[in-house]
């Protein structure tokens, strides 16, 4: 069916090829500062361009009399028929009548633009980059365009195996907030627990926008509390939505993982890739993602298809539109080298579709009506940890259902819903409002496949419904701005006011999926009258199902919250050449109490060429209802031993008992300072930041539950906690330089880094043991959040039909603590240094090489084919069996998966 699609849209492109002109320029304002977003279409056609984060665009037209619509939201719409020339500069002109301009991230400013921001702001082009490079989803996207975001997909870590952690400049993937068109995304309801960077996390899941829907995405590098709120303490990432209205779109992506490893893993303990076919038919129903047992091609796995589809329409004739994203997407699981005990090593699994609409539609010529919002459906499916044959000593498998063991999976249904309306008018007195309502609601359910409730014996099911967790939020904003020229250079006042109501549930599964059943297989709840089933050897069995715990009606959360929050926010422009600018914002949380933050910054242009800029803010981020109000009980295997454990609330009496306090907000001070440089071709930022955060909250490790007083139902217990303060220091770096070649050839290079070190200042414990309560297993996970740095190197050669990338990305070395700490945990200094010496895995500085190619066919019909790590790049090998993911390395820098080879097709209709 691909193939098929390929040339039908071939053929139609084909037929359309006819002779073509090439031009290019810069749109600027009226103080010759770069547009970006500008929209430029070739008049009586779909075809069409936007322009870059400098401004700039190229554009193929029919002919060299072509006529080009220059639109930009807030700007008189420019109309000029070419002349056959190749270079065309426009200049436009703000229009104060036309509406629905979505300011840059960091400012309330509607005159201010990325190049002249006070602070750091990325400007990416989502579209081209998901396009060149064949990423399927927005982590990865982002991965390789923004140089302190840092994302990489996870296996064996339960629910993160499912919803990516993110970070950007190495904190917590909650300490950075997320807006879709400058209003609040809500979050995950996921906290991530096991075995995954962002420990004790929730984060905002990006991949559930699709990326066709995305005309832009901002990402403000700097805090940002004083003016947004919680959560954006080490940034702000603002996800403009395409308002095009020019035909219909349609993009047909394909590609798959080698699995040719190379090195020296099939030597080892065990492979996936075939070399002991006995240990594999473990895997329930052989499923290898793609690849299945036996068979002689085992070259690739992971395959991906994505199809997306973009249409845009006018809505009346006075600017309205809508713009229209499908998505379906189908990735098959990965397998990848590992141990025994972990024969599913790799990717999820995840069949998904997405739909995303943006609308504005004016009212008379002062008020505009907009909405915007979508759906997000993911089916996804991992391998948990690999449960041994009872024959060899594991009585987490029932002898008549897995005779030799077998391989859990952990699948989900998630569901993301966001609707977002508003109204903007402007006011006869030069004042802007905008009005809004947004609602968000994030579902994730678990279900768990090829598994056993052990107590059960043979009775068990092989699936549980397992119940799962809910966060929604509800946000209603009123804003005000207003930008006065007459006052020195231009001065901007903005004030808001905003109420935000939160809830979080957890929901029970069925029975089995959680339950202890006793010897006559009714569920255990009077341990006084009931004996629990046991195995030929008289040990008892465990309960719920293997590979993830049902949550219980013990479990179950309804728990709400509200926020009330004020903000003033001005700009100055003391002159053409100095700009200062502050804000100050109030909060009050029902469930907490208040926090009041302030931000100031200014940017001085020394010439035309360099300006200089920095801020210092403080800012916070309000503990998350999952984070104070989730709670499970599960097995954890320790030394070879099943070890019932809790994860206790933290408003629980255990909590309380063991002296965990309850959660109060983190709080930061965030200072920077950088600058950028522009002549001719070259562009250059540079920003170093310093971000202090104290009583970060972090899950703790595993306390002894047996020296309570009271039966906790558990041998070991683990809390959120505000656990540590940290100080992150770093510098990022963006040059660019582009340059024309003739005959409408361009030729630009790109560099872009992050260096970051993150160091753990003071541990919060109290009288409790700082090894027990957050020792250095934990500690490596919250350190390498980020690595030391990453840089990528972008090259690029565009002609009239050939668009050449090629990206060199350098990863730093990252160490982390393995599992032993947690099969031998340290309580003093000597037992630490003696782990030290041999639990440490360290994974060397690594490169990966993406290369594309793409092809303009005609002016509607683009062919894209590429390799992204061509050079089939891994982290370093781990031989020793105790990595905590359980594959022969962890999931850092590059992933896990190794090249991936892709095509994928354009047409605009």
Same mark, same amino acid.
């Given at each position: 069916m691909r193939n098929w699609l390929m040339i039908i849209f071939l053929f139609v492109g084909v037929a359309q090829i006819e002779a073509q002109h090439s031009v290019s320029g810069a749109v600027t304002d009226a103080k010759n500062e770069p547009l970006v977003g500008v929209n430029i279409q070739e008049a009586g056609t779909t075809n069409g361009a936007t322009t870059d984060a400098y401004g700039s665009y190229e554009l193929t037209v029919q002919s060299s009399s072509a006529t080009l619509i220059f639109s930009y939201i807030g700007f008189?719409?420019?109309?000029?028929?070419? #002349?056959?020339?190749?270079?065309?500069?426009?200049?436009?002109?703000?229009?104060?009548?036309?509406?629905?301009?979505?300011?840059? /991230?960091? #400012?309330?400013?509607?005159?201010?633009?990325?190049?002249?921001?006070?602070?750091?702001?990325?400007?990416?082009?989502?579209?081209?980059?998901?396009?060149?490079?064949?990423?399927?989803?927005?982590?990865?996207?982002?991965?390789?365009?923004?140089?302190?975001?840092?994302?990489?997909?996870?296996?064996?870590?339960?629910?993160?195996?499912?919803?990516? @952690?993110?970070?950007?400049?190495?904190?917590?993937?909650?300490?950075?907030?997320?807006?879709?068109?400058?209003?609040?995304?809500?979050?995950?309801?996921?906290?991530?627990?096991f075995g995954t960077r962002g420990r004790g996390n929730s984060g905002t899941d990006l991949n559930a926008i699709p990326a066709a829907a995305i005309k832009r995405i901002e990402v403000l590098r700097d805090g940002a509390s004083a003016q947004y709120g919680s959560d954006a303490i080490a940034g702000v990432i603002n996800v403009v939505l395409k308002d095009n209205s020019d035909g219909i779109t349609v993009g047909v992506t394909t590609g798959n993982y080698s699995t040719d490893v190379g090195g020296d893993y099939a030597q080892q303990i065990f492979d996936t890739q075939g070399e002991w076919e006995p240990a594999l038919s473990n895997i329930n129903g052989k499923d290898r993602g793609g690849v299945t047992i036996g068979d002689e091609d085992k070259s690739s796995d992971g395959n991906t298809v994505k199809i997306d589809l973009n249409y845009g329409a006018n809505l009346g004739d006075n600017g309205g539109f809508v713009n229209v994203t499908t998505e379906y997407l189908s990735r098959a699981r990965t397998l990848r080298p590992s141990f025994d005990w972990r024969e599913g090593y790799g990717t999820a699994a995840v069949d998904g579709f997405n739909? +995303?609409?943006?609308?504005? +539609?004016?009212?008379?010529?002062?008020?505009?009506?907009?909405?915007?919002?979508?759906?997000?459906?993911?089916?996804?499916?991992?391998?948990?940890?690999?449960?041994?044959?009872?024959?060899?000593?594991? *009585?987490?498998?029932?002898? !008549?259902?897995?005779?030799?063991?077998?391989?859990?999976?952990?699948?989900?249904?998630?569901?993301?819903?966001?609707?977002? +309306?508003?109204?903007?008018?402007?006011?006869?007195?030069?004042?802007?409002?905008?009005?809004?309502?947004?609602?968000?609601?994030?579902?994730?359910?678990?279900?768990?496949?090829?598994?056993?409730?052990?107590?059960?014996?043979?009775?068990?099911?092989?699936?549980?419904?397992?119940?799962?967790?809910?966060?929604?939020?509800?946000?209603?904003?009123?804003?005000? !701005?207003?930008?006065?020229?007459?006052?020195? !250079?231009?001065?901007?006042?903005?004030?808001?006011?905003?109420?935000?109501?939160?809830?979080?549930?957890?929901?029970?599964?069925?029975?089995?999926?959680?339950?202890?059943?006793?010897?006559?297989?009714?569920? =255990?709840?009077?341990?006084?009258?009931?004996?629990?089933?046991?195995?030929?050897?008289?040990?008892?069995?465990? &309960?719920?199902?293997?590979?993830?715990?049902?949550?219980?009606?013990?479990?179950?959360?309804?728990?709400?919250?509200?926020?009330?929050?004020?903000?003033?926010?001005? $700009?100055?422009?003391?002159?053409?050449? =100095?700009?200062?600018?502050?804000? /100050?914002?109030?909060? *009050?949380?029902?469930?907490?109490?208040?926090?009041?933050?302030?931000?100031?910054?200014?940017?001085?242009?020394?010439?035309?060429?360099? &300006?200089?800029?920095? #801020?210092?803010?403080?800012?916070?981020?309000?503990?998350?209802?999952?984070?104070?109000?989730?709670?499970?009980?599960?097995?954890?295997?320790?030394?070879?031993?099943?070890?019932?454990?809790?994860?206790?609330?933290?408003?629980?009496?255990?909590?309380?008992?063991?002296?965990?306090?309850?959660?109060?907000?983190?709080?930061?001070?965030?200072?920077?300072?950088?600058?950028?440089?522009?002549?001719?071709?070259?562009?250059?930022? /540079?920003?170093?930041?310093?971000?202090?955060?104290?009583?970060?909250?972090? =899950?703790?490790?595993?306390?002894?539950?047996?020296?309570? $007083?009271?039966?906790?139902?558990?041998?070991?217990?683990?809390?959120?906690?505000?656990?540590?303060?940290?100080?992150?220091?770093?510098?990022?770096?963006?040059?660019?330089?582009?340059?024309?070649?003739?005959?409408?050839?361009?030729?630009?290079?790109?560099?872009?880094?992050?260096?970051?070190?993150?160091?753990?200042?003071?541990?919060?414990?109290?009288?409790?043991?700082?090894?027990?309560?957050?020792? @250095?297993?934990?500690q490596a996970y919250l350190e390498a959040a980020a690595p030391d740095y990453k840089f990528g190197l972008n090259l690029g050669f565009q002609t009239k039909k050939l668009n050449l990338a090629a990206t060199l990305t350098s990863f730093s070395e990252v160490i982390l603590q393995d599992f032993q700490w947690i099969d031998s945990p340290a309580t003093t200094q000597a037992e630490a240094d003696a782990l030290f010496a041999v639990a440490t895995d360290t994974y060397e500085a690594a490169t990966t090489l993406d290369l594309s190619a793409g092809y303009s066919i005609s002016n509607n019909l683009v062919l894209t084919v590429g390799a992204n790590n061509l050079l089939n790049t891994y982290p370093t090998p781990q031989y020793d069996g105790w990595t905590d993911q359980g594959g022969f390395n962890d999931s850092v820098q590059m992933g896990s998966d190794g090249a991936y080879y892709f095509s994928s097709i354009g047409y605009k209709f």
């Open positions: 008189t719409t420019v109309e000029i028929t070419l #002349s056959g020339q190749n270079s065309l500069n426009v200049s436009m002109a703000g229009d104060v009548i036309q509406l629905g301009g979505i300011n840059v /991230v960091g #400012s309330r400013n509607a005159t201010r633009s990325a190049t002249n921001s006070p602070v750091a702001v990325d400007i990416i082009d989502v579209s081209d980059l998901a396009i060149r490079y064949g990423k399927a989803e927005l982590n990865q996207i982002l991965q390789y365009a923004a140089p302190s975001f840092n994302a990489t997909k996870q296996s064996g870590s339960d629910g993160a195996d499912h919803i990516d @952690p993110a970070s950007l400049r190495g904190l917590g993937p909650d300490q950075t907030l997320v807006l879709i068109n400058g209003k609040r995304r809500h979050q995950s309801s996921l906290v991530n627990v739909f +995303m609409v943006n609308s504005a +539609m004016p009212v008379g010529s002062n008020t505009e009506v907009y909405a915007f919002g979508g759906r997000n459906f993911r089916d996804t499916d991992a391998y948990a940890f690999t449960r041994g044959s009872f024959a060899n000593g594991d *009585n987490r498998a029932v002898p !008549s259902l897995y005779e030799n063991g077998f391989t859990p999976r952990i699948t989900s249904n998630i569901i993301d819903v966001s609707a977002s +309306m508003g109204v903007r008018h402007n006011m006869s007195n030069g004042w802007k409002v905008d009005f809004n309502n947004t609602y968000g609601k994030n579902n994730f359910h678990y279900y768990i496949r090829g598994t056993n409730n052990a107590s059960l014996g043979g009775a068990s099911p092989t699936d549980f419904d397992a119940g799962g967790h809910t966060l929604s939020q509800n946000t209603t904003s009123l804003d005000f !701005s207003k930008y006065n020229s007459k006052i020195k !250079s231009g001065f901007n006042l903005a004030f808001g006011l905003e109420f935000r109501t939160e809830n979080f549930t957890i929901f029970a599964g069925e029975e089995g999926s959680y339950a202890l059943y006793d010897t006559l297989g009714i569920a =255990l709840t009077n341990p006084a009258t009931q004996v629990p089933a046991v195995d030929s050897n008289g040990e008892q069995l465990p &309960s719920g199902s293997q590979g993830f715990p049902g949550y219980s009606p013990a479990n179950v959360v309804d728990r709400s919250r509200t926020n009330f929050g004020f903000y003033l926010d001005a $700009e100055l422009n003391v002159t053409d050449a =100095l700009l200062l600018s502050g804000a /100050v914002r109030q909060e *009050n949380y029902s469930d907490f109490g208040q926090t009041t933050n302030y931000k100031v910054a200014g940017r001085y242009s020394v010439s035309n060429s360099l &300006s200089l800029r920095g #801020s210092v803010s403080t800012g916070f981020r309000a503990p998350s209802l999952a984070q104070k109000h989730y709670n499970l009980v599960f097995n954890n295997i320790v030394a070879g031993e099943s070890v019932r454990t809790l994860l206790a609330s933290n408003t629980s009496t255990v909590a309380k008992a063991f002296g965990i306090g309850e959660l109060t907000e983190e709080t930061a001070a965030n200072s920077s300072v950088g600058f950028t440089f522009n002549i001719g071709e070259l562009s250059a930022t /540079v920003d170093a930041y310093s971000i202090a955060v104290k009583d970060r909250i972090v =899950l703790t490790d595993n306390f002894d539950a047996t020296l309570l $007083e009271v039966d906790v139902g558990a041998e070991d217990a683990q809390f959120f906690a505000n656990g540590v303060d940290t100080k992150t220091t770093g510098v990022d770096i963006v040059l660019n330089y582009s340059k024309s070649v003739g005959n409408g050839n361009r030729l630009s290079v790109g560099l872009a880094g992050n260096m970051n070190t993150l160091k753990i200042e003071k541990i919060n414990n109290g009288t409790l043991n700082e090894f027990t309560f957050f020792g @250095p297993f934990s």
